[in-house]
Protein backbone atom coordinates (compact mmCIF):
# COMPACT_ATOMS: atom_id res chain seq x y z
CA UNK A 1 0.00 0.00 0.00
CA UNK A 2 1.58 3.52 -0.62
CA UNK A 3 0.36 6.79 0.39
CA UNK A 4 -2.09 9.23 -1.95
CA UNK A 5 1.00 11.86 -2.69
CA UNK A 6 2.60 9.29 -3.98
CA UNK A 7 -0.16 7.14 -6.04
CA UNK A 8 -0.53 11.09 -7.64
CA UNK A 9 3.21 10.93 -8.42
CA UNK A 10 2.66 7.72 -10.15
CA UNK A 11 -0.30 8.33 -11.98
CA UNK A 12 1.22 12.24 -13.13
CA UNK A 13 3.94 9.91 -14.69
CA UNK A 14 0.95 8.13 -16.64
CA UNK A 15 -0.12 11.02 -18.61
CA UNK A 16 1.20 14.14 -20.48
CA UNK A 17 0.19 17.33 -21.75
CA UNK A 18 -2.05 16.38 -24.71
CA UNK A 19 -1.52 17.96 -28.45
CA UNK A 20 -2.98 21.51 -29.24
CA UNK A 21 -5.96 22.35 -31.31
CA UNK A 22 -7.90 25.98 -32.79
CA UNK A 23 -11.22 26.45 -31.94
CA UNK A 24 -13.91 29.27 -32.61
CA UNK A 25 -13.72 31.58 -29.24
CA UNK A 26 -17.72 30.03 -29.41
CA UNK A 27 -16.50 26.50 -28.70
CA UNK A 28 -13.67 27.80 -25.89
CA UNK A 29 -15.42 28.01 -23.09
CA UNK A 30 -13.86 25.91 -20.40
CA UNK A 31 -11.07 24.65 -22.71
CA UNK A 32 -7.83 25.02 -21.29
CA UNK A 33 -6.14 28.16 -23.45
CA UNK A 34 -2.61 26.24 -24.45
CA UNK A 35 -0.72 29.28 -26.13
CA UNK A 36 -0.24 32.69 -24.55
CA UNK A 37 -2.61 35.34 -26.41
CA UNK A 38 -2.11 38.92 -26.79
CA UNK A 39 -4.69 41.81 -27.82
CA UNK A 40 -4.54 42.75 -31.19
CA UNK A 41 -5.98 46.07 -30.46
CA UNK A 42 -6.26 49.09 -27.69
CA UNK A 43 -9.27 48.89 -25.53
CA UNK A 44 -11.29 51.65 -25.77
CA UNK A 45 -9.24 52.55 -28.95
CA UNK A 46 -9.98 56.01 -28.33
CA UNK A 47 -10.83 58.02 -25.14
CA UNK A 48 -14.67 57.37 -24.60
CA UNK A 49 -17.28 59.15 -22.74
CA UNK A 50 -18.85 57.10 -19.75
CA UNK A 51 -21.91 59.04 -19.48
CA UNK A 52 -24.36 60.66 -21.51
CA UNK A 53 -23.78 64.66 -21.48
CA UNK A 54 -22.23 67.41 -22.84
CA UNK A 55 -18.22 67.22 -23.97
CA UNK A 56 -16.23 70.52 -22.56
CA UNK A 57 -12.64 71.99 -22.05
CA UNK A 58 -12.44 70.75 -18.40
CA UNK A 59 -10.86 74.50 -17.85
CA UNK A 60 -13.55 76.34 -18.62
CA UNK A 61 -16.12 74.19 -16.07
CA UNK A 62 -17.32 76.46 -13.54
CA UNK A 63 -21.14 77.34 -11.56
CA UNK A 64 -23.62 78.58 -13.77
CA UNK A 65 -21.59 79.35 -16.94
CA UNK A 66 -23.09 78.96 -20.27
CA UNK A 67 -22.06 76.65 -23.46
CA UNK A 68 -22.71 76.79 -26.96
CA UNK A 69 -23.75 73.24 -28.30
CA UNK A 70 -21.99 72.22 -31.79
CA UNK A 71 -22.62 69.33 -32.24
CA UNK A 72 -22.77 65.85 -31.44
CA UNK A 73 -21.12 62.35 -30.83
CA UNK A 74 -23.06 59.12 -30.31
CA UNK A 75 -21.42 55.74 -29.67
CA UNK A 76 -20.35 54.60 -33.62
CA UNK A 77 -21.32 58.08 -34.86
CA UNK A 78 -17.94 59.91 -33.46
CA UNK A 79 -17.64 64.13 -34.16
CA UNK A 80 -14.58 64.99 -36.25
CA UNK A 81 -14.87 68.81 -35.44
CA UNK A 82 -12.68 70.36 -32.13
CA UNK A 83 -14.28 71.91 -29.23
CA UNK A 84 -13.25 75.40 -28.70
CA UNK A 85 -13.56 78.19 -26.01
CA UNK A 86 -17.53 78.22 -24.71
CA UNK A 87 -18.16 75.09 -27.04
CA UNK A 88 -19.94 71.90 -25.82
CA UNK A 89 -20.97 68.74 -27.96
CA UNK A 90 -23.68 66.71 -27.01
CA UNK A 91 -22.04 63.00 -25.95
CA UNK A 92 -23.14 59.83 -24.99
CA UNK A 93 -21.61 56.82 -22.68
CA UNK A 94 -19.34 54.91 -25.01
CA UNK A 95 -19.15 57.93 -27.95
CA UNK A 96 -15.55 59.24 -28.84
CA UNK A 97 -14.60 62.33 -26.71
CA UNK A 98 -14.02 64.95 -29.77
CA UNK A 99 -10.57 66.82 -29.69
CA UNK A 100 -10.01 70.06 -27.87
CA UNK A 101 -12.34 68.66 -24.87
CA UNK A 102 -11.08 66.59 -21.94
CA UNK A 103 -14.67 66.47 -20.15
CA UNK A 104 -17.68 65.45 -19.47
CA UNK A 105 -20.48 67.45 -17.59
CA UNK A 106 -23.76 64.49 -16.95
CA UNK A 107 -26.96 65.77 -18.63
CA UNK A 108 -28.25 66.01 -15.20
CA UNK A 109 -25.74 68.59 -14.28
CA UNK A 110 -27.21 70.95 -17.43
CA UNK A 111 -30.09 73.20 -18.36
CA UNK A 112 -30.68 73.21 -22.26
CA UNK A 113 -31.69 76.00 -23.59
CA UNK A 114 -32.03 75.76 -27.79
CA UNK A 115 -28.38 74.88 -28.48
CA UNK A 116 -27.59 76.55 -25.20
CA UNK A 117 -26.49 74.70 -21.85
CA UNK A 118 -25.78 76.02 -18.96
CA UNK A 119 -24.33 74.19 -16.09
CA UNK A 120 -25.34 73.56 -12.08
CA UNK A 121 -22.89 74.18 -9.29
CA UNK A 122 -20.70 71.86 -8.05
CA UNK A 123 -20.02 69.72 -11.05
CA UNK A 124 -16.83 68.29 -9.36
CA UNK A 125 -13.95 66.90 -10.24
CA UNK A 126 -14.67 64.09 -12.55
CA UNK A 127 -14.79 64.20 -15.86
CA UNK A 128 -16.68 61.12 -16.98
CA UNK A 129 -14.31 60.18 -19.57
CA UNK A 130 -12.39 56.82 -20.26
CA UNK A 131 -9.17 57.02 -21.08
CA UNK A 132 -7.84 55.11 -24.42
CA UNK A 133 -6.41 51.62 -23.25
CA UNK A 134 -7.92 51.58 -19.67
CA UNK A 135 -8.63 48.22 -20.65
CA UNK A 136 -6.05 46.87 -21.93
CA UNK A 137 -3.33 48.29 -24.71
CA UNK A 138 -2.88 46.34 -28.32
CA UNK A 139 -0.05 43.52 -27.48
CA UNK A 140 -1.46 42.76 -23.39
CA UNK A 141 -1.11 39.35 -22.79
CA UNK A 142 -4.03 36.76 -21.75
CA UNK A 143 -1.28 34.19 -20.35
CA UNK A 144 -1.36 30.10 -20.55
CA UNK A 145 -1.88 27.96 -20.14
CA UNK A 146 -5.44 29.10 -18.68
CA UNK A 147 -8.51 27.64 -18.22
CA UNK A 148 -11.25 30.04 -19.61
CA UNK A 149 -14.29 30.76 -18.14
CA UNK A 150 -16.60 33.30 -19.62
CA UNK A 151 -14.82 36.73 -18.23
CA UNK A 152 -12.15 34.98 -20.69
CA UNK A 153 -13.87 34.41 -23.37
CA UNK A 154 -15.64 38.58 -23.69
CA UNK A 155 -12.24 39.46 -23.05
CA UNK A 156 -10.69 37.47 -26.07
CA UNK A 157 -13.72 38.89 -28.11
CA UNK A 158 -12.99 42.42 -26.93
CA UNK A 159 -9.25 41.42 -28.19
CA UNK A 160 -10.55 40.45 -31.79
CA UNK A 161 -9.22 36.76 -31.06
CA UNK A 162 -11.71 34.78 -33.13
CA UNK A 163 -9.59 31.42 -33.08
CA UNK A 164 -8.01 30.26 -30.08
CA UNK A 165 -5.60 27.40 -29.63
CA UNK A 166 -6.22 24.99 -26.80
CA UNK A 167 -5.41 21.56 -25.18
CA UNK A 168 -7.04 18.98 -27.00
CA UNK A 169 -9.89 17.00 -24.91
CA UNK A 170 -8.59 14.12 -23.28
CA UNK A 171 -10.53 11.07 -24.34
CA UNK A 172 -11.95 9.05 -21.61
CA UNK A 173 -13.72 5.48 -21.49
CA UNK A 174 -15.08 4.30 -18.66
CA UNK A 175 -16.00 0.75 -17.98
CA UNK A 176 -18.52 -0.38 -15.31
CA UNK A 177 -18.40 -4.17 -14.69
CA UNK A 178 -20.25 -6.62 -12.58
CA UNK A 179 -23.14 -8.84 -13.57
CA UNK A 180 -25.16 -7.47 -11.31
CA UNK A 181 -25.19 -3.91 -13.15
CA UNK A 182 -27.86 -2.66 -15.45
CA UNK A 183 -27.87 1.03 -17.58
CA UNK A 184 -30.25 3.54 -16.10
CA UNK A 185 -33.64 3.45 -17.87
CA UNK A 186 -33.02 -0.50 -17.67
CA UNK A 187 -35.89 -2.94 -15.87
CA UNK A 188 -33.08 -4.77 -13.34
CA UNK A 189 -33.77 -8.42 -12.06
CA UNK A 190 -34.17 -8.70 -8.52
CA UNK A 191 -30.53 -9.09 -7.82
CA UNK A 192 -29.16 -6.09 -9.91
CA UNK A 193 -28.37 -3.10 -9.29
CA UNK A 194 -28.05 0.03 -11.99
CA UNK A 195 -24.54 0.88 -13.14
CA UNK A 196 -24.08 4.09 -11.38
CA UNK A 197 -20.55 5.14 -10.96
CA UNK A 198 -20.00 5.40 -14.38
CA UNK A 199 -22.61 8.00 -15.43
CA UNK A 200 -21.49 10.09 -12.02
CA UNK A 201 -17.81 10.00 -13.51
CA UNK A 202 -18.48 11.04 -16.98
CA UNK A 203 -20.05 14.19 -15.32
CA UNK A 204 -16.99 14.53 -13.29
CA UNK A 205 -14.97 14.36 -16.64
CA UNK A 206 -16.88 16.75 -18.46
CA UNK A 207 -16.59 19.36 -16.13
CA UNK A 208 -13.24 18.69 -16.24
CA UNK A 209 -12.87 19.56 -19.83
CA UNK A 210 -12.52 15.66 -20.82
CA UNK A 211 -14.86 13.85 -23.11
CA UNK A 212 -16.10 10.96 -21.69
CA UNK A 213 -17.05 7.45 -23.11
CA UNK A 214 -19.21 5.04 -21.57
CA UNK A 215 -18.47 1.74 -22.60
CA UNK A 216 -21.05 -0.95 -22.89
CA UNK A 217 -20.84 -2.64 -19.16
CA UNK A 218 -18.24 -5.43 -18.92
CA UNK A 219 -19.95 -8.77 -17.18
CA UNK A 220 -17.89 -10.72 -14.81
CA UNK A 221 -15.93 -12.97 -17.24
CA UNK A 222 -13.02 -12.59 -19.21
CA UNK A 223 -13.78 -12.53 -22.48
CA UNK A 224 -16.70 -9.45 -21.17
CA UNK A 225 -13.75 -7.69 -20.17
CA UNK A 226 -11.05 -8.52 -23.17
CA UNK A 227 -14.24 -6.95 -25.54
CA UNK A 228 -14.45 -3.76 -23.10
CA UNK A 229 -10.84 -3.01 -23.55
CA UNK A 230 -10.68 -3.61 -26.60
CA UNK A 231 -13.59 -0.74 -27.33
CA UNK A 232 -11.44 1.49 -25.09
CA UNK A 233 -8.82 1.52 -27.24
CA UNK A 234 -8.13 5.12 -28.79
CA UNK A 235 -8.91 6.42 -25.70
CA UNK A 236 -5.80 8.27 -23.31
CA UNK A 237 -7.21 7.22 -20.67
CA UNK A 238 -9.37 3.97 -19.62
CA UNK A 239 -11.03 3.88 -15.97
CA UNK A 240 -12.52 0.40 -15.18
CA UNK A 241 -14.87 0.79 -12.30
CA UNK A 242 -15.24 -2.45 -9.42
CA UNK A 243 -13.75 -6.02 -10.00
CA UNK A 244 -10.55 -4.57 -9.15
CA UNK A 245 -10.27 -6.71 -5.16
CA UNK A 246 -9.23 -9.74 -4.64
CA UNK A 247 -12.97 -11.90 -5.00
CA UNK A 248 -13.29 -14.56 -7.40
CA UNK A 249 -14.98 -12.13 -9.94
CA UNK A 250 -12.91 -9.69 -9.55
CA UNK A 251 -10.76 -9.95 -12.83
CA UNK A 252 -9.84 -6.20 -13.82
CA UNK A 253 -6.06 -6.75 -13.11
CA UNK A 254 -5.50 -10.32 -14.13
CA UNK A 255 -7.45 -9.12 -17.97
CA UNK A 256 -5.52 -5.73 -17.91
CA UNK A 257 -2.46 -7.86 -17.48
CA UNK A 258 -3.00 -10.19 -19.64
CA UNK A 259 -3.10 -7.86 -22.06
CA UNK A 260 0.58 -6.36 -21.33
CA UNK A 261 -0.73 -3.79 -18.32
CA UNK A 262 2.48 -2.60 -16.82
CA UNK A 263 1.29 -1.95 -13.47
CA UNK A 264 2.14 1.13 -11.72
CA UNK A 265 0.62 0.40 -8.29
CA UNK A 266 -1.90 -1.36 -6.60
CA UNK A 267 -3.91 -0.53 -3.30
CA UNK A 268 -3.53 3.32 -1.56
CA UNK A 269 -3.53 3.59 1.92
CA UNK A 270 -6.55 5.52 2.11
CA UNK A 271 -10.48 5.83 2.94
CA UNK A 272 -12.66 4.80 0.68
CA UNK A 273 -10.86 4.11 -2.12
CA UNK A 274 -8.03 1.46 -1.03
CA UNK A 275 -8.29 -1.08 -3.84
CA UNK A 276 -7.49 1.47 -6.36
CA UNK A 277 -4.85 0.03 -9.28
CA UNK A 278 -3.01 2.23 -12.58
CA UNK A 279 -0.76 1.57 -14.88
CA UNK A 280 0.13 1.68 -19.00
CA UNK A 281 -2.00 -0.47 -21.56
CA UNK A 282 -0.14 0.42 -24.76
CA UNK A 283 -0.53 4.58 -25.43
CA UNK A 284 -3.43 4.78 -22.61
CA UNK A 285 -3.10 5.47 -18.72
CA UNK A 286 -5.55 2.73 -16.93
CA UNK A 287 -6.79 3.61 -13.63
CA UNK A 288 -8.79 0.92 -11.93
CA UNK A 289 -11.45 2.30 -9.41
CA UNK A 290 -12.94 0.31 -6.62
CA UNK A 291 -16.54 -0.27 -7.55
CA UNK A 292 -18.86 1.08 -4.46
CA UNK A 293 -20.25 4.46 -5.87
CA UNK A 294 -18.43 6.50 -3.14
CA UNK A 295 -15.06 5.32 -3.40
CA UNK A 296 -15.29 5.59 -7.00
CA UNK A 297 -17.02 9.28 -7.08
CA UNK A 298 -13.76 10.21 -4.41
CA UNK A 299 -11.34 8.57 -6.61
CA UNK A 300 -12.14 10.63 -9.18
CA UNK A 301 -11.97 13.69 -7.07
CA UNK A 302 -8.40 12.94 -5.86
CA UNK A 303 -6.69 11.21 -9.11
CA UNK A 304 -8.54 11.50 -12.14
CA UNK A 305 -8.85 15.41 -11.95
CA UNK A 306 -5.62 15.71 -11.26
CA UNK A 307 -4.53 13.60 -14.39
CA UNK A 308 -7.34 15.39 -16.54
CA UNK A 309 -5.77 18.77 -14.93
CA UNK A 310 -1.47 17.40 -15.65
CA UNK A 311 -3.07 15.91 -19.67
CA UNK A 312 -5.08 19.81 -20.22
CA UNK A 313 -1.54 21.35 -19.75
CA UNK A 314 -2.29 22.86 -16.24
CA UNK A 315 0.63 21.34 -14.35
CA UNK A 316 0.87 18.73 -11.89
CA UNK A 317 -0.57 19.16 -9.16
CA UNK A 318 -3.42 17.63 -6.36
CA UNK A 319 -7.32 18.84 -5.88
CA UNK A 320 -7.01 22.13 -3.79
CA UNK A 321 -7.72 22.23 -0.40
CA UNK A 322 -8.98 24.70 1.90
CA UNK A 323 -8.73 25.65 5.84
CA UNK A 324 -12.28 25.58 7.59
CA UNK A 325 -13.35 25.32 11.26
CA UNK A 326 -15.61 22.47 12.33
CA UNK A 327 -19.48 22.88 13.50
CA UNK A 328 -19.53 19.09 15.27
CA UNK A 329 -16.62 17.09 16.62
CA UNK A 330 -15.26 14.28 14.87
CA UNK A 331 -13.60 11.11 15.98
CA UNK A 332 -10.02 10.19 15.66
CA UNK A 333 -9.02 8.41 12.63
CA UNK A 334 -7.50 5.44 11.85
CA UNK A 335 -4.25 4.26 10.07
CA UNK A 336 -5.57 5.36 6.06
CA UNK A 337 -6.24 8.89 4.75
CA UNK A 338 -9.63 9.16 5.24
CA UNK A 339 -11.90 11.77 3.01
CA UNK A 340 -15.12 12.03 4.86
CA UNK A 341 -17.95 13.40 3.35
CA UNK A 342 -19.51 16.90 5.07
CA UNK A 343 -21.02 19.79 4.54
CA UNK A 344 -19.61 23.07 4.92
CA UNK A 345 -21.68 26.36 5.27
CA UNK A 346 -21.59 29.69 6.71
CA UNK A 347 -20.92 28.34 10.40
CA UNK A 348 -17.82 25.80 9.29
CA UNK A 349 -17.87 21.75 8.41
CA UNK A 350 -19.66 18.76 9.63
CA UNK A 351 -18.90 15.51 8.47
CA UNK A 352 -21.82 13.26 8.03
CA UNK A 353 -23.31 11.07 9.75
CA UNK A 354 -23.32 7.56 7.87
CA UNK A 355 -19.61 7.32 5.81
CA UNK A 356 -20.35 4.03 4.32
CA UNK A 357 -18.67 4.19 0.60
CA UNK A 358 -21.89 2.48 -0.50
CA UNK A 359 -24.15 5.71 0.36
CA UNK A 360 -24.50 8.22 -2.91
CA UNK A 361 -27.48 9.54 -0.75
CA UNK A 362 -24.86 10.69 1.44
CA UNK A 363 -22.58 12.11 -1.25
CA UNK A 364 -25.44 13.72 -2.91
CA UNK A 365 -26.11 15.81 0.12
CA UNK A 366 -22.72 16.71 1.16
CA UNK A 367 -20.43 19.21 -0.50
CA UNK A 368 -17.16 18.89 0.81
CA UNK A 369 -14.72 16.10 1.81
CA UNK A 370 -12.98 16.59 5.08
CA UNK A 371 -9.42 15.30 4.71
CA UNK A 372 -8.05 13.71 7.69
CA UNK A 373 -4.53 12.34 7.85
CA UNK A 374 -3.76 8.86 8.89
CA UNK A 375 -3.96 8.84 12.77
CA UNK A 376 -5.41 12.20 13.59
CA UNK A 377 -6.85 12.79 17.03
CA UNK A 378 -10.26 13.30 17.82
CA UNK A 379 -10.87 17.22 16.63
CA UNK A 380 -13.59 19.99 18.56
CA UNK A 381 -16.01 22.28 17.59
CA UNK A 382 -13.65 25.75 16.32
CA UNK A 383 -10.33 23.13 15.37
CA UNK A 384 -9.64 23.71 11.70
CA UNK A 385 -9.98 20.80 9.00
CA UNK A 386 -8.91 20.67 5.60
CA UNK A 387 -11.75 20.09 2.63
CA UNK A 388 -12.16 19.75 -0.26
CA UNK A 389 -15.17 20.95 -2.47
CA UNK A 390 -16.81 18.62 -4.50
P1 LIG B 1 -16.64 -4.65 -6.86
O1 LIG B 1 -15.42 -3.80 -6.67
O2 LIG B 1 -16.86 -5.05 -8.27
O3 LIG B 1 -16.65 -5.79 -5.91
O4 LIG B 1 -17.85 -3.71 -6.47
C1 LIG B 1 -18.02 -3.21 -5.16
C2 LIG B 1 -19.44 -2.74 -4.97
O5 LIG B 1 -19.71 -1.68 -5.86
C3 LIG B 1 -20.49 -3.78 -5.29
O6 LIG B 1 -21.55 -3.64 -4.35
C4 LIG B 1 -20.94 -3.45 -6.68
O7 LIG B 1 -22.27 -3.88 -6.93
C5 LIG B 1 -20.83 -1.95 -6.68
N1 LIG B 1 -20.58 -1.43 -8.03
C6 LIG B 1 -19.58 -1.81 -8.85
N2 LIG B 1 -19.61 -1.10 -10.00
C7 LIG B 1 -20.66 -0.28 -9.89
C8 LIG B 1 -21.22 0.73 -10.75
N3 LIG B 1 -20.68 1.01 -11.94
N4 LIG B 1 -22.30 1.42 -10.29
C9 LIG B 1 -22.83 1.14 -9.08
N5 LIG B 1 -22.34 0.24 -8.24
C10 LIG B 1 -21.27 -0.48 -8.63
MG1 LIG C 1 -17.92 -6.44 -9.19
Known amino acids: MIPVSQALDELFNLVSPLHIEHVALRDANNRVLAQTQYATRTQP ?82 DNIRPAGVDFLEGNPMTAPHKLQPADIALLASMNIAQVPVYRRPIVALISTGDELVMPGQTPEPDQIIASNTFGLAAMLENLGAHPRILPIARDNEASLRTAFDLAKGADLVITIGGASVGDHDLVAPVAAELGMKQS ?71 REHYMRGFADANGVHSADQQDSSLLSVLSQSNVLIVRPPNDPTRDIGECVNVMDI
Open 45 to 126: PFAASSMDGYAVKGAEVEDDCMFKVIGESAAGHGWDGTVGAGQAVRIFTGAPVPKGADFVVIQEDVKVRGNLITLCRDIGQK
Open 265 to 335: FYKVAMRPGKPLMAGKLGDMAMVGLPGNPVSAMVCGTIFIAPMIRAMLGLGRSASPQRSVALSAPIGANGP
